[in-house]
């Protein structure tokens, strides 16, 4: 994929809907290594590697802080993005990916796991507060902005008695793993119909209610 003309990502300038060569950016968030697969806080890897599957892309290393894989939605390129620091240092490989390719910021979607949806519950939304999550924060302060896009994928709040800590780090449970793959298609899904039509019928496609676990 060729880069795109440099555009500051800090000053968040719209690009044209109609100007396919402008790439956008899907960086799902997570923590890298063996240890950490199919853990919670790594539900926006997860995620990132289910589009990539169903592209049939693969994932090469971009220097030390990035997986990159590079896919189309409708003749439009965009990049899947894993980046390889721990989750709390997510906002400078991420931006570092923005001024390489020239993407802005309404360009950027942020993928991440979030507490305060049940498990499989799924919400896009533009701007906003980083609502206790490190990496999205992390995003937010080195960019200088909130105006990018998150897709926030409900992972449950921990059991009584048990560390916010602990639970981000636990793995999955085979019931939940065993539904994933559906829950992952659904926010994939809603990845491309963003893409493609913007976010309002994005948010219309995912169709997840906010559920609030108690």
């Known amino acids: 994929m060729t880069p795109a003309s440099p555009t500051s990502p800090a000053a968040g300038s719209p690009a044209a809907p109609d100007a396919p060569a402008v790439p956008w950016l899907i960086a799902g968030l997570g923590n890298p290594g063996p240890w950490f697969r199919q853990t919670r806080h790594n539900a926006g890897f997860l995620a990132v590697d289910r589009l990539a ?5 693969r994932f ?14 409708d003749g439009r390129p965009v990049l899947l993005a894993k980046p390889l620091w721990f989750i709390n240092l997510s906002g400078r490989p991420v931006a570092a990916l923005l001024r390489r390719y020239g993407v802005p910021v309404d360009r950027l979607v942020v993928v991440q796991d979030d507490l305060d949806f049940a498990f499989g519950s799924a919400k896009l939304k533009r701007g906003g507060g980083p609502g206790g999550h490190n990496g999205v924060r992390s995003v937010g302060e080195v960019l200088g902005t ?16 048990q560390s916010v800590g602990d639970f981000v780090l636990k793995k999955f449970s085979d019931e939940e793993l065993a539904a ?17 039509l913007g976010l309002n019928r994005a948010q219309d496609a995912l169709n997840a ?4 676990t108690s």
Do not use: N, Q, S, W
């Open 180 to 196: 994933m793959p559906g829950e992952l298609d659904r926010c994939a899904d809603a990845v491309e119909t963003l893409v493609r």
């Open 53 to 57: 599957e169903r592209h049939g892309a």
């Open 60 to 73: 090469r290393r971009r220097g030390l802080a990035t997986l990159v894989a590079e896919i189309e939605v």
């Open 146 to 161: 909130r105006d990018f896009v998150r897709l926030r994928f409900g992972v449950g709040r921990p059991p009584k008695g």
């Open 209 to 212: 209610p906010v559920r609030r």
